[in-house]
T-cell receptor, first 109, second 112 residues
Framework: GESVGLHLPTLSVQEGDNSIINCAYSNSASDYFIWYKQESGKGPQFIIDIRSNMDKRQGQRVTVLLNKTVKHLSLQIAATQPGDSAVYFCAAGYSTLTFGKGTMLLVSP | DGGITQSPKYLFRKEGQNVTLSCEQNLNHDAMYWYRQDPGQGLRLIYYSQIVNDFQKGDIAEGYSVSREKKESFPLTVTSAQKNPTAFYLC???????????FGSGTRLTVV
């Protein structure tokens, strides 16, 4: 099976900083990876995804990096804003997704 | 607007009762999923269904049951056999895992 872990339960940054949230997965057969954002009391929202045939993918203010050699995934948020404050989950899999525990991102003005 | 709807938003259950959480989607997705979320924990898979009239157990299926009689609907019943049901329950749907999941807004279940 797959297990997914995040390195930090909480990340505190200043508004305008770049944020990096990390994730590790265990199953080298996993070929699809997703980042979600979850605000308090709400369901997770899709941020960005990446397939195993890619190393990097960019969206609006977000970049996902995939290092298959060390089974590591990261989410970079540029110019972090207070509205980015939420819990961020990564998920990995190849048929169903396994989710990590989440990192709470706290953005101070 | 297409989406996935969970109801109710809040649900209270007495000891020994079965309760059913509703999940409906109008995205024409084939696959549907139920996850449980506890404070400080990741999402844990309860059941999933990739096609009507078929479903599979996830990692924590004990004490739960589901049905998939229609493509749009995937209700979850929390039975009295589930000893610690207080949690936030999330339903999701997808065309397949390669397109990510769309989540509902969740149901918070509390045992009273």
């Amino acid at each position: 099976g797959e297990s997914v872990g995040l390195h930090l339960p909480t990340l505190s940054v200043q508004e305008g900083d770049n944020s990096i949230i990390n994730c590790a997965y265990s199953n080298s057969a996993s070929d699809y990876f997703i980042w979600y954002k979850q605000e308090s009391g709400k369901g997770p929202q899709f941020i960005i995804d990446i397939r195993s045939n890619m190393d990097k993918r960019q969206g609006q203010r977000v970049t996902v990096l995939l290092n298959k050699t060390v089974k590591h995934l990261s989410l970079q948020i540029a110019a972090t804003q207070p509205g980015d404050s939420a819990v961020y989950f990564c998920a990995a899999g190849y048929s169903t997704l396994t989710f990590g525990k989440g990192t709470m991102l706290l953005v101070s003005p | 607007d297409g989406g996935i709807t969970q109801s109710p938003k809040y649900l209270f259950r007495k000891e020994g009762q079965n309760v059913t959480l509703s999940c409906e989607q109008n995205l024409n997705h084939d696959a549907m999923y139920w996850y449980r979320q506890d404070p400080g924990q990741g999402l844990r898979l309860i059941y999933y269904s990739q096609i009507v009239n078929d479903f599979q157990k996830g990692d924590i299926a004990e004490g739960y049951s589901v049905s998939r009689e229609k493509k749009e609907s995937f209700p979850l019943t929390v039975t009295s056999a589930q000893k610690n049901p207080t949690a936030f329950y999330l339903c999701a749907s997808s065309t397949d895992a390669y397109y990510g999941y769309t989540f509902g807004s969740g149901t918070r279940l509390t045992v009273v």
